[in-house]
């Protein structure tokens, strides 16, 4: 990583670096909370398909 550095600061394309690592690290951020939502809605299908069961078994007639 300090020879990718090095080569952009020797040429003077600092500002393409920050732009790169910028964009890199929205592109995590957004992997990550994509990753958290589909799981939270994952855990909350499974927590209505338990009330359904439950509605089920104890349920009224």
Do not use: C, I, K
């Not at 990583?1 to 957004?30: P, Q």
């Amino acid at each position: 990583m300090n020879d990718l550095v090095t080569t952009f600061a020797e040429r003077g394309d600092l500002a393409h670096l920050a732009l790169f690592l910028w964009a890199s690290s929205a592109s995590a951020l957004a992997a990550f909370a994509l990753r958290e939502l589909t799981q939270s809605m994952r855990r909350f299908d499974d927590f209505v398909r338990e009330l359904a069961r439950f509605n089920e078994r104890y349920g009224g007639p």
